[in-house]
């Protein structure tokens, strides 16, 4: 980057997607006052089509590839994500600069009924992620799982006009947006594992530009750091474009790392679940031994499963 230049942000156009960006010049402009910031709205594929699920757009990376393309493309500097829609294969010639402390990774129950207990036989409750809607299942088979997209607004729009008696979302784009007290429930992460790097944003730069890895560095929050790169060496390990739902949360404390995941067959009927532990500055390490640990659990069989 040139040494005078305003700094490109990138990032979605959605309302969260802003509202993280934004915070996140904000803090480059706090800790580099003489520096100028602008924020490059780009559209992506996951935003242009609503309507299908992100299973039929491809999963993971919808929302990122052209965030991606402009970056390789010199269009922006840097790009805002949540990091839970990048891929675990980062393209050449970019680089995850930094990832800032994480938000609250669990899922959140929204709904009128209270807590997931309380919702009614056959209550249908919305979502548009076969990881939660496989582990809903396995705890409350008697509910209906039907698909939901859009934005936030618009699936807490659907809920308060009755199309469903329940969502399923995020806490942290829940809270970040400043709508905690909708929540009904915060869905316990050992029996409800969130997606992998949910609640962390990261940064991501262009691998030579070295002066805006040095601008950027003092956002980065190791632990949290450390725990979303065990949750993606897991994801990666297990084959991460697979069409079985995988999921991983890191938590640390005290020099320890504990990372749990889970693996669903394809169609939801079988899951498997396991923990590991290890040093805290080992994330890689960590992942790669819980997916060992998945498949000695017999997660190969449900991986190469077609049903």
Not at 154 to 182: C, F, H, V
Not at 228 to 247: D, H, K
Not at 275 to 292: H, P
Request: hydrophobic content about 45%; some cysteine; proline content about 5%.
């Amino acid at each position: 980057m040139n040494r005078h230049q305003t700094i490109r942000i990138g990032s979605r156009g959605s309302k969260l997607a802003l509202l993280q960006s934004r915070s996140v010049m904000d803090r480059l402009k706090a800790l580099h006052p003489h520096l100028e910031f602008e924020i490059a709205t780009i559209t992506t594929t996951g935003d242009r089509n609503r309507k299908s699920s992100l299973e039929e757009l491809g999963g993971v990376g919808v929302f990122v590839k052209e965030l991606e393309e402009a970056l390789l493309g010199g269009r922006i500097d840097l790009a805002v994500h949540s990091l839970k829609d990048m891929l675990t294969a980062i393209p050449e010639g970019l680089e995850l600069a930094a990832v800032p402390e994480r938000a609250d990774p669990r899922d959140a129950l929204v709904s009128p009924y209270g807590p997931l207990t309380a919702l009614p036989k056959g209550a249908a409750v919305g979502t548009g992620s076969q990881r939660r809607a496989f582990q809903l299942l396995s705890l409350r088979p008697d509910l209906e799982v039907r698909g939901l997209r859009g934005n936030i607004d618009t699936r807490l729009r659907k809920l308060s006009a009755g199309q469903y008696d329940g969502i399923i979302m995020a806490a942290a784009a829940l809270i970040r947006l400043g709508w905690e007290d909708r929540i009904s429930q915060y869905l316990p992460p050992d029996a409800f594992v969130p997606a992998v790097g949910q609640g962390a944003l990261g940064i991501e730069i262009r691998s030579q530009d070295r002066r805006l890895a040095e601008l950027v560095a003092p956002l980065n929050h190791e632990p949290t750091r450390e725990a979303v790169t065990a949750e993606r060496a897991f994801l990666r390990a297990m084959g991460g474009g697979c069409r079985a739902p995988i999921a991983a949360l890191g938590t640390a404390a005290k020099g320890t790392l504990r990372l749990h995941g889970m693996v669903a067959s394809p169609n939801g009927s079988k899951i498997i679940r396991a923990e590991v532990e290890g040093n805290v500055s080992a994330g890689e390490v960590v992942g790669q031994a819980l997916a060992r640990k998945m498949m000695d659990l017999g997660a190969a069989s449900l991986l190469a499963s077609k049903a």
